[in-house]
């Protein structure tokens, strides 16, 4: 089932020059898609475009076949667009409680205490350091919990920014089953990551984004057997 769709999308800072261009693009229910590219290539500034953060320069995004107003980031989140930025942006003077739980205001205390109980299910780490504040976390902890904070808004497509930045791989190995298991639950997952093989990894397919317009799309697992297409596609070249 598509749960994503951009057609003819153009996204960026000033109508006159988008970042991106022209983009159609599916992501399957349950599906997890690397997107991938160079350094400039439009990753975040889609990711922010998905999420409403930018207003829409053209075409547009939908969900479950509804049109999201661009540039409006409530309604992507009523829409189930839930995005993790690469600087996570924690309330890093808050407890590790104190921000998730701000994800979960207005559900009743039992739903928000089973809700609680199940992301931490995912992140064991995070349970004996509900009562630090967030600024005092490793980065991977940090990571997690700007996951976990993700994961509690019910997400239908989970974007994430640069999820191995600044993390040991030991670290990022932890996290990745996280996001295998939630594409399991029935929810898309776009993850930007620079790590390559990282990214194969973990999911489904890959998209290249080279200069704001789609380059390559494979199978992931093809395309870990054959690098160089990747490689290629970063240099310029079309498949
Ligand atoms: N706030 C901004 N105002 C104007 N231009 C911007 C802004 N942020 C990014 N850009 C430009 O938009 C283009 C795409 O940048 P973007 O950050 O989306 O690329 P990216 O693929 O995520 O790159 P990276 O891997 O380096 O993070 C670049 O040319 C960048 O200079």
């Given at each position: 089932m598509t749960l994503l769709e951009c057609t003819d999308l153009d996204a960026g800072y000033a109508r006159s020059a988008p970042c991106v261009r022209d983009l159609n693009i599916t992501v399957q229910a349950g599906e997890v898609v690397a997107?991938?590219?160079p350094n400039g290539a439009g990753k975040t500034t889609l990711l922010m475009s998905l999420a409403g953060l930018l207003p829409g320069l053209g075409g547009s995004v939908s969900v479950s076949g509804t049109v999201l107003p661009s540039g409006k980031p409530r309604a992507a989140v009523r829409a189930g667009v839930v995005l993790v930025p690469d600087d996570r942006a924690l309330f890093r003077r808050l407890t590790v409680e104190k921000n998730l739980r701000l994800a979960i205001r207005g559900r009743g205390r039992r739903a928000a205490r089973e809700s609680l109980?199940?992301?931490?299910q995912h992140f064991p780490a995070l349970n004996p350091r509900l009562g630090v504040a967030a600024g005092q976390l490793s980065g991977g902890e940090q990571q997690m919990l700007a996951i976990a904070r993700a994961l509690l808004q019910r997400p239908r497509v989970l974007l994430i920014d640069e999820l191995s930045m600044g993390l040991a791989p030991v670290v990022?190995?932890?996290?990745?089953?996280?996001?295998?298991?939630?594409?399991?639950?029935?929810?898309?997952?776009?993850?930007?990551?620079q790590h390559v093989r990282l990214a194969l990894e973990v999911s489904d397919r890959a998209i290249v984004l080279v200069h704001?317009?789609?380059?390559?799309?494979?199978?992931?697992?093809?395309?870990?057997h054959d690098l160089g297409r990747i490689e290629h596609a970063y240099l310029g070249g079309s498949d």
């Open positions: 997107l991938l590219g109980e199940q992301v931490l990022v190995q932890s996290i990745l089953p996280v996001l295998r298991d939630v594409a399991a639950s029935g929810t898309a997952v776009i993850l930007v990551e704001g317009q789609v380059r390559l799309t494979d199978d992931s697992s093809v395309l870990a």
